[in-house]
């Protein structure tokens, strides 16, 4: 089926999040270190479809495995189902609630027009069919090496996870480090004392809610995702914006210190190039 517009899109994600776990340290990793699941990078795809308006994973919580991600996943405001194994063969039927939870939402929440499905089983199928009939465009992401290829093809797009745009270590704060103005000279007399500045975020501690190493992880995914979609290097610099505030809504370049979000693309200029010369302002990555 086509797809709906991605800007006005609800979308609705489902992780299988012990299989995608099992899934990733067997086959996620070739150099001997652990393998680590971005959960980050999984939910920043998602939202290049439109505005996440679902988000559940399904695990046995009790699981150290699975609690260590935790923090990423409450942090994205992921709903945390707990499914407890109960057979002999240590299964916790995540599929079948799953597909239950998947299809109940559907039913209730009729503006949802894609649907992520984060597994690689076939058990999967009946339900990314299902989704399809109701005039879902459906998204399949697993980890290469335990994909079904009957799931693929019930699919209108599925995609390995280490085939992921945008999926890569964000850097260092030090390596990002936004340009500023030229120091004034120190004054030899003492000022006079000031009131203390407001916070730079709402968090009331001085700290930007968004630090400048996952603003610029946020500015070089959307820019991926925007030239995956359109197969064109010059993306409008709202879209580009648009897209950063669905992944991360607390981003905000003033609490970086920038006056404008073109100035804050200009910090990064060792990154991304402007075309400033048209009307519309447009952003590429740099080769």
Excluded at 130 to 139: P, Q, W
Aim: proline fraction near 6%.
């Amino acid at each position: 089926m086509s797809e709906p517009g991605r800007d006005q899109g609800r979308v609705a994600v489902y992780l299988d999040f012990d299989n995608i776990v099992i899934s990733t340290v067997r086959h996620g990793s070739d150099n001997g270190t652990p393998a680590v699941l971005d959960v980050g990078a999984i939910l920043d795809f998602a939202s290049s479809f439109g505005t996440v308006a679902i988000s559940r994973a399904y695990a046995d919580w009790s699981d150290p495995q699975n609690s260590s991600y935790h923090e990423q996943l409450t942090g994205r405001a992921v709903s945390l189902v707990q499914l407890f194994k109960t057979t002999a063969k240590f299964k916790n039927g995540a599929d079948i609630r799953l597909a239950i939870d998947a299809v109940e939402d559907l039913a209730q929440s009729r503006d949802i027009s894609h649907l992520v499905i984060v597994a690689g089983d076939s058990d999967y199928i009946p339900l990314a069919q299902h989704a399809r009939r109701r005039g879902c465009y459906v998204v399949g992401i697993g980890v290469a090496g335990s994909i079904s290829k009957y799931l693929q093809a019930a699919c209108d797009e599925y995609w390995s996870y280490d085939g992921l745009p945008g999926l890569r270590a964000p850097q260092d704060d030090s390596e990002d480090e936004p340009e500023t103005a030229p120091a004034t000279p120190v004054a030899t007399t003492t000022p006079p004392k000031q009131p203390p500045a407001a916070p730079a975020s709402g968090r009331g501690n001085g700290t930007p809610a968004v630090s400048k190493s996952r603003a610029t992880q946020l500015l070089l995914r959307a820019l991926e995702y925007a030239t995956s979609r359109t197969e064109q290097d010059w993306q409008p610099l709202g879209s580009i914006k648009n897209q950063m505030l669905r992944m991360e809504p607390a981003f905000q370049e003033s609490a970086l210190g920038f006056v404008k979000f073109t100035e804050f693309v200009r910090s990064r200029a060792n990154l991304v190039e402007l075309d400033e010369k048209k009307n519309k302002v447009r952003l590429r990555e740099k080769s």
